[in-house]
């Protein structure tokens, strides 16, 4: 079956992924006069695309969720960023000792792009809050705070050396569409982060862990109807160390190709 000239003319065409931000409080360096708050993503992301073949566009979260909608129409892929802690209200707790700030607007926000995105088939990336956002918009829990939650024995997932140097390692499952795309069982990782899954949400399936026994990474049970990967590690920190991190953006980005040209030849 032929496509159409639409879908022709996106055979050459490069890819637009959403990468979601952050906001951010800042004042004049000069002045000290308050200038509002920032929207702002670590420039990893955006060059972590763009290396990967794909456009970034940055999504930012003051947009009223209804409007996810719109945005939506002008990307192929979601990256859903790393950030403030996600409030346990989505996964229907109270905050427990531990938890650490929260960004009332970027989870509202988040939380509708991603179900509207996950309805309309587009790609999905999360990264470290990324991944945590996938868990709790699918049904799944999150431990708000490991070290107090889940005792002494774990790593320590909060590293104080350089981004781009591991903290530990993961195992990932070998028969995963991860284990596809970064061609290794065992990687070498960084760690940000005191969240982590606790309960997995249905539709998702475990491709890998720390030693510690803390999920690392999660991906849609159907590959065939939904591209969705989480990973818990920075990996946008780390594209220059290993190929297995650089890998998933290039992943990601190929899938959003694929489904701009599905979209383009319907």
Request: aromatic letters at 4%; proline letters at 5%.
């Amino acid at each position: 079956m032929r496509l159409s000239r639409a879908a022709d003319q996106k055979i050459g065409w490069t890819p637009v992924v959403g990468v979601t931000a952050s906001l951010k409080g800042d004042a004049g360096s000069a002045t000290h006069q308050p200038l509002g708050r920032l929207v702002q993503t670590d420039l990893d992301y955006v060059e972590g695309v763009i290396n990967a073949g794909g456009v970034p566009m940055i999504l930012p979260p003051v947009v009223e969720p209804r409007m996810a909608e719109v945005l939506l129409d002008g990307i192929d892929g979601l990256l859903l960023s790393g950030g403030s802690d996600l409030a346990p209200d989505y996964y229907g707790e109270e905050c427990a000792p531990g938890l650490d700030v929260t960004n009332p607007e970027r989870d509202a926000f988040e939380i509708a792009l991603l179900r509207l995105a996950l309805r309309r088939g587009i790609p999905v990336l999360g990264i470290c809050r990324g991944m945590q956002v996938l868990n709790a918009a699918l049904g799944g829990t999150l431990y708000q705070d490991l070290p107090s939650q889940l005792g002494k024995d774990i790593l320590n997932h909060w590293q104080e050396t350089p981004k781009w140097q591991p903290a530990h390692e993961i195992e990932v499952l070998c028969d995963s569409h991860l284990a596809e795309i970064t061609r290794c069982q065992h990687v070498k990782v960084n760690s940000y982060h005191h969240q982590g899954i606790k309960e997995l949400a249905g539709g998702l399936a475990v491709t890998a862990r720390s030693s510690d026994g803390v999920i690392e990474a999660v991906e849609c049970n159907d590959f065939s109807e939904q591209w969705l990967i989480g990973v818990q590690w920075h990996a946008e920190m780390m594209r220059e160390v290993g190929i297995e991190h650089k890998n998933l953006f290039k992943a990601h980005v190929c899938a959003a190709k694929r489904h701009a040209l599905r979209r383009a030849a319907a």
